[in-house]
C-alpha cells in the first residue's frame, strides 16, 4: 500500500510563507513524477507545481515566481515553498505521485496515488 502524507499547512497572513512537505511513505518505486495540487471551495482541483522523472520542473502561471517545488529523493519527500502568499492560495493542497509515467504535468489524471491533503488558509 503506497501512501502519500502531506504536512506544513497552516494559516498565514497575505505576504507570508508556508513550505509544505509530502512523504511517500511505502513506495517502493525508485522513480516517479511528483505534482502539487489545490483546491479551493466551490472549485475544481487544479495543478499548481510538477516535477518529472528528470527533475524538470513546471508551474501554474498563477503561482510562478513564488512558489517553488523541489524534491529529496532520498527521503522519499516532495516540497513546496511557497512565499508571497495571496488570499487567493486558500485551498486544500494535495501532493500526488506517480511510477508509471515519466511526466505528469499539471494534470490531475495522469496521478495514480494521492495524499489526504493539507489545508492552505491565507488571510489578507
Known amino acids: 500500500q503506497v501512501w502519500l502524507v502531506e504536512s506544513g499547512g497552516g494559516s498565514v497572513q497575505a505576504g507570508g510563507s508556508l513550505r509544505l512537505s509530502c512523504v511517500l511513505a511505502?513506495?517502493?518505486?525508485?522513480?516517479?513524477?511528483m505534482g502539487w495540487f489545490r483546491q479551493a471551495p466551490g472549485k475544481e482541483r487544479e495543478g499548481v507545481a510538477a516535477?518529472?522523472?528528470?527533475?524538470?520542473?513546471m508551474y501554474a502561471d498563477s503561482v510562478k515566481g513564488r512558489f517553488t517545488i523541489s524534491q529529496d529523493n532520498a527521503k522519499k519527500t516532495l516540497y513546496l515553498q511557497m512565499n508571497s502568499l495571496k488570499p487567493e492560495d486558500t485551498a486544500m493542497y494535495y501532493c500526488?505521485?506517480?511510477?508509471?509515467?515519466?511526466?505528469?504535468?499539471?494534470?490531475?489524471?495522469?496521478?495514480?496515488?494521492w495524499g489526504q491533503g493539507t489545508q492552505v488558509t491565507v488571510s489578507s
Open positions: 516535477v518529472d522523472m528528470d527533475g524538470t520542473t
Open positions: 500526488a505521485a506517480d511510477p508509471f509515467r515519466s511526466s505528469g504535468g499539471l494534470r490531475e489524471y495522469e496521478y495514480n496515488y
Open positions: 511505502q513506495f517502493s518505486y525508485s522513480e516517479y513524477c
